[in-house]
């Protein structure tokens, strides 16, 4: 069974930091990848995805993200954080065909402070 | 555009007590999602439409019932609240999956307690 872990449950960075939130992941063949970002009170939006080709990939806000089939790992970046960027983040693994086939992770928040 | 509107955002309930969730999109998706949020446990799909006119169970559907009334509508029934249905449930939505469509519209969300 495929699954997903964010081993950070919390995480806070200065305004201005760079970030990095790790995530790894267990399955089988080439999984598909996502990370999408929770503001409080909302629902998810996403930030980014990984199918194939080019191991990093660039999304929305400036965020970045890097396969590493290696390492089983697919850590979410961003060289700057803003105060903005506070959010909850969640790494999900998936097979093609459906969300009903993607795994979620825990979840990292985010803290930023000034 | 609205996207994914659930109603209600809060509801308190009795254990016992029944109640239904409503989700709408606007955006003329296929598949639509029913999901629970609780602390530490991430997202977890309770259940899914694939298209109108058939639901599936997903990863934790006892104590649930669905409903994709049409295209736009699919709603989530407690027949009797438990404790442990208290949680955040979002509704979601998706196109069929292509080479860019592979995106989850989300709902604002109903946080739900049950005494």
């Known amino acids: 069974a495929q699954s997903v872990t964010q081993p950070d449950i919390h995480i806070t960075v200065s305004e201005g930091a760079s970030l990095e939130l790790r995530c790894n992941y267990s399955y089988g063949a080439t999984p598909y990848l996502f990370w999408y970002v929770q503001s409080p009170g909302q629902g998810l939006q996403l930030l980014l995805k990984y199918f194939s080709g080019d191991t990093l990939v660039q999304g929305i806000k400036g965020f970045e993200a890097e396969f590493k089939r290696s390492q089983s790992s697919f850590n979410l970046r961003k060289p700057s954080v803003h105060w903005s960027d506070a959010a909850e983040y969640f790494c999900?693994?998936?097979?093609?065909?459906?969300?009903?086939?993607?795994?979620f992770g825990t979840g990292t928040k985010l803290q930023v402070i000034p | 555009n609205a996207g994914v509107t659930q109603t209600p955002k809060f509801q308190v309930l009795k254990t016992g007590q029944s109640m239904t969730l409503q989700c709408a999109q606007d955006m003329n998706h296929n598949s639509m999602y029913w999901y629970r949020q609780d602390p530490g446990m991430g997202l977890r799909l309770i259940y899914y439409s694939a298209s109108e006119g058939t639901t599936d169970k997903g990863e934790v559907p006892n104590g649930y019932n669905v409903s994709r009334l049409n295209k736009r509508e699919f709603s989530l029934r407690l027949e009797s609240a438990a404790p442990s249905q208290t949680s955040v449930y979002f509704c979601?939505?998706?196109?069929?999956?292509?080479?860019?469509?592979?995106?989850?519209?989300f709902g604002s969300g109903t946080q739900l307690s049950v005494l």
């Open positions: 979601a939505s998706s196109e069929p999956w292509t080479a860019t469509n592979e995106k989850l519209f």
């Open positions: 999900a693994v998936g097979a093609r065909g459906g969300y009903q086939k993607v795994t």
